[in-house]
């Protein structure tokens, strides 16, 4: 990719492997990383107001900061068996980790995208992937990720 002018961020995740593991930590067996297209991340936390006797707002607690993000994806490999193999999802209470994507600083996450290194937090998989399989085109796939600030990697996921 050639830039002229301003630098962006396009053309980030040729680079990105995801690595899916089940609940009870153990690599999903032939598992190929899919070939990334997109992704979206969102930053939330949980809000609670403090209202005076008027019922106006006074005050503000936030908890619970984490990222949710959705990765878009087309599920390919060297074969049909490694294509399915990139379209395989763990249980729920499974986590992935991702590499290679652009450093990004997200609220409480000093790289939010990438799980580099051992006492990192993991992205978890509560559920929700979908699969599409049109009858004329490849297929192609979502899966949602949650990363909590105060789940490590090695934590027990129950």
């Keep these: 990719m050639i830039h002229q002018g301003v630098r962006t961020l396009a053309g980030q995740l040729a680079t990105g492997v995801m690595t899916l593991r089940n609940p009870d930590g153990s ?3 032939g598992y190929v990383s899919p070939n990334l297209q997109s ?18 707002t006074v005050g503000l607690i936030f908890l619970n900061s984490h990222l949710e993000c ?3 994806f087309i599920q390919q490999g060297t074969s ?6 990139a379209a ?20 409480p996450f000093v790289d939010a995208l990438n ?11 509560e559920g ?3 699969f599409t399989l049109p009858a004329d085109d490849k297929a192609t796939g979502s899966i949602t990720l949650m990363r909590y600030p105060k789940i490590l990697t090695g934590a027990r996921i129950l």
Excluded: C
């Design 80 to 85: 049909l068996a490694n294509a399915k193999l």
């Design 70 to 72: 959705t990765f878009d």
């Design 115 to 125: 799980t580099n290194g051992v006492s990192v937090q993991p992205w978890i998989y």
């Design 39 to 56: 992704l979206r991340l969102v930053h939330n936390a949980t809000k609670r107001e403090i209202t005076d006797q008027e019922g106006d």
């Design 27 to 29: 690599t999903m067996a």
């Design 88 to 107: 395989q999802t763990p249980e729920a209470g499974g986590t992935a980790a991702v590499t290679g994507l652009p450093v990004l600083k997200k609220g």
């Design 128 to 130: 929700g992937e979908n």
